[in-house]
């Protein structure tokens, strides 16, 4: 084995299939999750793909005791990706002390057991939302960051910080921070996907449910921003591209090739999409019509935000390689799959 890795959220959209590429690399994963928002038929399908079932922890790192517990039981962790978190932008803004407990309290526990127990490498997930708005666009990771638009994004701002200040206090810890653009579509077996609980937030599930009859049609929220189409823009990466940065970044640290004891990537495609380019993309490379209608903007929506990845692509030689068409297909295969039609 290349080292044992734990997976915090591991059951869940981005976890789960970052879970699958560790295996494939070679990493024995271990996995702590809450089932906040998700349940344990992920493993089976993690088992499925790599023929491996990660062991599994059902607590919340909120709860100090059983984290506790826990690295007195799992012995010789390398390092921890931690996704674990609470992440819809709206559910933040009605219930701020809930993410601010959860998101924050949570990585405030493990930095501390890490220090306790000599474990040394962490990455953490962090978001394009501590962007705001960017004035410049592409936005570079010197883009400087802006008042948070959500408690959500307030929270991974805050962890940044809290990261960079504790790996100043601990001069043996290594932390990679990676900002995600946009992440959407599945593994192309579709054993796993992503499963949102209730109405979707986000666009794309929004899509597949309507594809598949789920809902009733799409509000596209607002066409009057500046851009070539009217509706906003973002950088779309597929899940998949996400999960293998970060075995890159665990590895860059495992195998002591950072260069610094705090460091942070931009992990997008470079490239945005409308709204209306997104629905049209899935309707061309799946032979279906979408119901959609133009609505009012969402408040707190930002215009557009798509990345510079060059830093990334240079410094830890990684690079998306699936497209829209891609994201949009095993998007679609996953939900087919869901609902039994596959
Ligand atoms: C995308 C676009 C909407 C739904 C998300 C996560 C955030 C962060 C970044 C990880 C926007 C429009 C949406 C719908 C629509 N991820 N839309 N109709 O808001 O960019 O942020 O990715 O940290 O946590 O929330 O993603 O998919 O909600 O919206 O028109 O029914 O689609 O206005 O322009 P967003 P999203």
Redesign the pocket.
């Known amino acids: 084995m290349k080292g044992k890795i734990l997976v915090t959220g591991g059951t869940g959209f981005i976890g789960s299939h970052t879970a699958v590429e560790l295996i494939n690399e070679g990493y024995e994963v271990v996995i702590i999750d809450d089932l906040s928002n998700s349940t344990t038929d992920v493993l089976d399908g993690i088992e499925k793909i790599t023929g491996t079932k990660p062991s599994f922890h059902q607590f919340n790192i909120c709860d100090e005791h059983q984290l506790k517990a826990f690295f007195e039981k799992e012995k010789d962790i390398d390092a921890i990706i931690h996704f674990a978190a609470s992440?819809?932008?709206g559910e933040s803004v009605e219930k701020p002390i809930l993410y601010y407990r959860n998101n924050i309290g949570s990585l405030v526990n493990l930095l501390e057991e890490m220090n306790n127990v000599g474990v040394k490498h962490m990455v953490f997930?962090?978001?394009?939302?501590v962007y705001g708005q960017p004035e410049k666009l592409p936005v570079t990771e010197q883009t400087p960051v802006q008042p948070a638009e959500s408690p959500?994004?307030n929270t991974?701002q805050i962890c940044e910080e809290i990261l960079q200040d504790t790996t100043k206090a601990h001069g043996n810890l290594n932390t990679i921070a990676l900002r995600?653009?946009?992440?959407?579509g599945a593994h192309e077996t579709a054993h796993i996907g992503e499963l949102p609980n209730g109405v979707?937030?986000?666009?794309?599930p929004?899509i597949t449910q309507t594809a598949a009859g789920l809902r009733e049609q799409?509000?596209?929220?607002?066409s009057d921003y500046n851009t070539p189409d009217g509706?906003?823009?973002?950088d779309y990466i597929h899940v998949v591209d996400l999960a293998k940065a970060h075995v890159i970044a665990v590895s860059r640290m495992v195998e002591g090739k950072n260069k610094a004891n705090y460091e942070c990537f931009n992990i997008g495609t470079g490239t945005g999409y409308s709204?209306l380019e997104?629905v049209k993309k899935f309707e061309e490379v799946n032979g279906v019509n979408l119901n959609y209608k133009i609505v009012d903007?969402?408040p707190?929506?930002?215009e557009q935000?798509y990345a510079d990845t060059t830093y990334a692509n240079e410094e830890l030689g990684w690079k998306a390689e699936l497209g829209l068409e891609e994201m949009m297909r095993s998007a679609w295969k996953w939900q087919l799959r869901v609902v039994g039609k596959d």
């Open positions: 992440k819809a932008v997930s962090s978001s394009c939302t959500y994004g991974k995600y653009f946009n992440p959407v979707p937030a986000n666009l794309v929004f799409i509000s596209v929220f607002g509706t906003a823009i973002r709204v997104t903007r969402r707190g929506d930002i935000i």
